[in-house]
T-cell receptor
C-alpha cells in the first residue's frame, strides 16, 4: 500500500525567503502525487498535482513541486514566502491499481511566516 | 458553483446523543468522500461513494458510525451514540468521475466541527 511521509510538522520561514516543504512517498507502482493546502477553519484545496508527463509541476500561488523518482520525493517549493502562505500543507499519494485509487494523506506541515 | 456544502458548521452535543452531519456535493460529481481530522490521527478517510454506492468503508471506526447517500446531491454521516473521542472536524469532499479516480482532484467542503461533551 502507498504511504507518504512529510518531514517536519512545523516549518517557519521569513517573509520573502524560500519555502521548502518535504514529502517522500512509498508506492509499489507509479504514483500520482498531490499537494493540498488548508487555511485556518477551511477545507483543503488543491495546490498542484503530478499525474504523468513533466516532472516539474506548477501550481497556484507561485508554488511548484518536482517529482523525483530516484529519491521517491515530491517536495514543495516557493521562491519567496508571503504572509498569506501561512497554512497547513498536506502531501498525498494515490495509485492506479484497484483498491489504492483513493488518496493517502501525510500528517501535514504547518507553515508559519515570520514578518 | 457553490462548492461542497456541509451542515452544520459547528455541533456541540452530549455523550450518547445522535449526531447527523450533512453534505451536498458539487453538482455532476460522482464521487463523495467523508474524512475525519484530529490532531492525534491527522486526516482519515472514513468512507467513499461512487454513484451513490458505498465503495470502501474500511475507515469507519465502528458500528456507531454510518453513512448514506440516498441520491446524487445528498449524503449523511451519522454517529449514534456519540462519544467524546468522536470530537473532530468532519470533512466531505467530492470528485468528478473520469474513470481515473486516482488522478482526480478532490474538492473539500468547509467541514463540521463536532464537540461531544
Amino acid at each position: 500500500a502507498q504511504s507518504v511521509t512529510q518531514l517536519g510538522s512545523h516549518v517557519s520561514v521569513s517573509e520573502g525567503a524560500l519555502v521548502l516543504l518535504r514529502c517522500n512517498y512509498s508506492s509499489s507502482v507509479p504514483p500520482y502525487l498531490f499537494w493540498y493546502v488548508q487555511y485556518p477553519n477551511q477545507g483543503l484545496q488543491l495546490l498542484l498535482k503530478y499525474t504523468t508527463g513533466a516532472t516539474l509541476v506548477k501550481g497556484i500561488n507561485g508554488f511548484e513541486a518536482e517529482f523525483k523518482k530516484s529519491e521517491t520525493s515530491f517536495h514543495l517549493t516557493k521562491p519567496s514566502a508571503h504572509m498569506s502562505d501561512a497554512a497547513e500543507y498536506f502531501c498525498a499519494v494515490s495509485e492506479s491499481n484497484f483498491g489504492n485509487e483513493k488518496l493517502t494523506f501525510g500528517t501535514g506541515t504547518r507553515l508559519t511566516i515570520i514578518p | 458553483d457553490a462548492g461542497v456544502i456541509q451542515s452544520p458548521r459547528h455541533e456541540v452535543t452530549e455523550m450518547g446523543q445522535e449526531v447527523t452531519l450533512r453534505c451536498k456535493p458539487i453538482s455532476g460529481h460522482d464521487y463523495l468522500f467523508w474524512y475525519r481530522q484530529t490532531m492525534m490521527r491527522g486526516l482519515e478517510l472514513l468512507i467513499y461513494f461512487n454513484n451513490n454506492v458505498p465503495i470502501d468503508d474500511s475507515g469507519m471506526p465502528e458500528d456507531r458510525f454510518s453513512a448514506k447517500m440516498p441520491n446524487a446531491s445528498f449524503s449523511t454521516l451519522k454517529i449514534q451514540p456519540s462519544e467524546p473521542r468522536d470530537s473532530a472536524v468532519y470533512f466531505c469532499a467530492s470528485s468528478p468521475s473520469s474513470g481515473r479516480l486516482h488522478q482526480e482532484t478532490q474538492y473539500f467542503g468547509p467541514g463540521t466541527r463536532l464537540l461531544v461533551l
